[in-house]
């Protein structure tokens, strides 16, 4: 099955800066490539997410971008805000159940 | 539109216990999927239910159990609860009607604790 591997596990940085979250997958057949944000409490939820077809896909502050050859795939949130901080799992799936990484703690300090 | 809900939302259980969680999809979606969460693990994927049928599984132990009825709402049961268990237990739903994956509506989740 698929294997998601996703770094680092904390990130902590200022407002202002930006924030690279990377994961790789190991299923090549894998076409869909969500990103879920998990604020502390609260449920996930979806917040980009890219297919096979597509290298980067940008939505104001977030982008993300993916090498299907080297089969990885990375979060990029610039302009950091505090609000921004929570927990951010990628995710990577050819089937309607995507595999998930094991999520990044993102701080953003004011 | 209604939300996914989950209940109960918190639950207490001593070792070797069951346990029933519930979970009401968005209306119109036909696929509740459940996923544990601990600290440091992620979501992991328990299961899948389509249209009343278990469409796929995890890699969990058969006293993870789960079924869907008609209306789409699902159960998830524990049996013989370890204290491993203790997680929050969430459900997501999604249109899923094709094998195309698609946005997952997530709970807000049960929190179990097992003592």
């Known amino acids: 099955g698929e294997n998601v591997e996703q770094h680092p596990s904390t990130l902590s940085v200022q407002e202002g800066d930006s924030a690279v979250i990377k994961c790789t997958y190991s299923d090549s057949a894998s076409n869909y490539f969500p990103w879920y944000k998990q604020e502390l409490g609260k449920r996930p939820q979806l917040i980009i997410d890219i297919r096979s077809n597509v290298g980067e896909k940008k939505d104001q502050r977030i982008a993300v971008t993916l090498n299907k050859t080297a089969k990885h795939f990375s979060l990029h949130i610039t302009e950091t805000q505090p609000e921004d901080s929570a927990v951010y799992f990628c995710a990577a799936g050819l089937s309607y159940i995507p595999t998930f990484g094991r999520g990044t703690s993102l701080i953003v300090h004011p | 539109k209604a939300g996914v809900t989950q209940t109960p939302r918190y639950l207490i259980k001593t070792r070797g216990q069951q346990v029933t969680l519930s979970c009401s999809p968005i209306?119109?979606?036909?696929?509740v999927s459940w996923y544990q969460q601990t600290p440091g693990q992620g979501l992991q994927f328990l299961f899948e239910?389509?249209?009343?049928?278990?469409?796929n599984k995890g890699n969990f132990p058969g006293r993870f159990s789960g079924r869907q009825f008609s209306n789409s709402r699902s159960e998830m049961n524990v049996s013989t609860l370890e204290l491993g268990d203790s997680a929050l237990y969430l459900c997501a739903s999604s249109s899923g009607g094709n094998r195309g994956t698609g946005e997952l509506f997530f709970g807000e989740g049960s929190r179990l604790t097992v003592l």
């Open positions: 239910y389509f249209s009343e049928t278990q469409r």
């Open positions: 209306s119109g979606h036909r696929s």
